[in-house]
């Protein structure tokens, strides 16, 4: 699937430098940008903000998935060498805190907006900055990653 005519896994490493920075864009434009501005705007209340949040983060996860899935076939199809474990250990980390953020503090958010969205009031909370801390680990490991893609697409110095 990502090799090229000659055999060689050029389609993978372009998924391994393209992966990084299209997720590292999603989690800027979504997370950095939009959902802070968003209860910036008139005439957005707090329930309207919070449905509109929770149907972006859900379609910005399932991109997120997707993008995963695309890193690690590529991983798999370009990284078997050992020179190429760093890449494998900056996936595993990526993958780990896209987990967490998925299964542990998105479900704790939702239950959260679902009070909010009740007419509960539902208090400070810091789930909101766990969220925040994770979105900030991953993009810090995918520019470690992408980074480390684009080291290993360079000639090595003699």
Do not use: C
């Not at 149907?55 to 890193?71: H, K, T, Y």
């Not at 969220?131 to 490991?141: C, F, K, N």
């Amino acid at each position: 699937m990502f090799e090229d005519t000659a055999g060689g896994p050029r389609g993978g490493r372009a998924v391994l430098l393209l992966v990084p920075g299209l997720w590292l864009g999603l989690l800027t434009g979504i997370s950095l940008i939009e959902a802070p501005l968003k209860f910036t705007a008139p005439g957005i209340t707090i329930p309207l903000g919070l449905g509109i949040g929770r149907r972006v983060f859900l379609a910005m996860n399932i991109v997120e998935f997707v993008l995963a899935v695309l890193l690690v076939v590529a991983l798999l199809k370009t990284a078997g060498r050992p020179a190429r474990r760093p890449l494998w250990g900056w996936t595993a980390g990526i993958l780990t805190v896209y987990a967490v953020k998925v299964l542990v503090i998105r479900p704790i958010l939702n239950v959260r907006t679902d009070a909010v969205l009740a007419g509960q009031s539902a208090g400070g909370s810091m789930t909101h900055l766990f969220y925040i801390a994770a979105d900030g680990a991953l993009i810090v490991l995918l520019i470690a990653l992408a980074v480390t893609a684009v080291r290993g697409l360079l000639p090595a110095e003699r």
